[in-house]
């Protein structure tokens, strides 16, 4: 077999170790070295080792298997020289790393991460029209919108789809390089929320995005929800033309009541636009992993894991109190106080 010997030996115990390797093994390092050997001459130089050895002394013996793997033999001497794999550290860190492996060890996190994030940033921009903001503002007893702001939200994000050729990539690059045009987006949103189905044509990642928005108060139920019990959906692009304003999102016969937006969007702000552009540049770096995860069918749990942290950092956040040092030229509000007060911008 083929075996290689690792030294780390320190003071008086680097000659006397190395005496005795080079009466066995090729020198190949410093302090390194390699040789073919039977099993009774591995055990005579193990035996060796062990007499000679001191305080000082650590050694470990690999075999090599192969081309590409490698297992430890033994070690001779101080272990904690060495890993349980018998690799010599080369850097020290005061960073706490006992979670690492458990945390970062699914390859769809990254994935999940671009969801949440470009979904967090979307997912009020709608509170900008002007019936929620006059709700607010009103002070008075809850009174339902005409649209609910996750679905006026959601056809902002329709209207950036059109702008950027309805393609994931040209969505995700009109986000990256803050390409996009807000008069443009104010003069189309109002005709796309006349439209029976305006998620149909939309790529897969965004309706995703839409999907995440959609869901992160409740689910989107149907009025014929109870029909559905044994009804099976074949393909995603199905789902897409199903899904309307009055599955929950409606209240009124004219939505575009709820699209008016007189103190402008929050995509004109610099802060949300520098995040914007940042979490796109990583999506766009996500979308081969997002191919796999369409390719391996396992969107509902990442979806689920998704919806899970939008819908927590939702909470979280919103339950804290307002930033007194936080810019807002627009004037918009998010919500209100137990006091029926304006909060949060």
């Not at 979806?303 to 942290?309: A, E, G, I, K, Q």
């Amino acid at each position: 077999m083929i075996v290689i010997f690792s030294s780390q030996c320190q003071k008086n115990a680097i000659a006397k170790t190395s005496r005795v390797l080079d009466s066995f093994a090729n020198r190949i390092g410093t302090s390194t070295w390699k040789t073919v050997i039977t099993q009774e001459g591995l055990l005579a130089v193990k035996k060796l080792l062990r007499k000679t050895a001191s305080k000082n002394t650590a050694v470990a013996c690999h075999v090599i298997h192969g081309r590409s793997s490698m297992e430890l033999l033994w070690i001779v001497g101080k272990r904690n020289c060495f890993n349980k794999e018998g690799i010599i550290p080369v850097a020290l860190t005061q960073n706490k790393i006992l979670s690492t492996s458990w945390e970062n060890d699914w390859n769809f996190h990254p994935l999940i991460q671009a969801l949440v994030a470009l979904s967090a940033l979307f997912h009020d921009v709608g509170k900008a029209n002007k019936a929620f903001q006059k709700k607010l503002i009103a002070r008075s007893k809850t009174v339902q919108d005409p649209l609910r702001h996750e679905w006026v939200s959601c056809l902002i994000v329709v209207a950036l789809v059109r702008q950027g050729g309805n393609s994931d990539i040209g969505f995700l690059g009109l986000l990256e390089n803050n390409a996009y045009s807000i008069p443009a987006l104010m003069t189309t949103i109002e005709g796309i929320g006349k439209e029976e189905s305006p998620f149909q044509d939309i790529p897969d990642f965004c309706f995703y995005i839409i999907w995440l928005i959609l869901g992160h108060h409740k689910l989107a139920k149907g009025a014929d929800a109870a029909e559905w019990k044994t009804y099976h959906l074949s393909d995603l692009n199905s789902f897409k033309k199903m899904l309307k304003n009055n599955w929950g999102y409606c209240s009124e016969e004219l939505p575009t009541k709820g699209l008016l937006f007189p103190q402008g969007l929050v995509l004109g702000s610099k802060a949300w636009a520098a995040q914007t552009s940042k979490w796109a540049k990583k999506a766009i770096a996500t979308l081969p992993l997002f191919n796999d995860a369409l390719e391996a069918q396992t969107f509902r749990p990442i979806l689920l894991y998704s919806r899970l942290c939008l819908m927590f950092g939702d909470h979280s956040f919103s339950s804290t109190g307002a930033d007194e040092n936080w810019k807002d030229p627009l004037g918009l509000y998010a919500n209100t106080d137990s006091e029926k007060k304006l909060k949060q911008h």
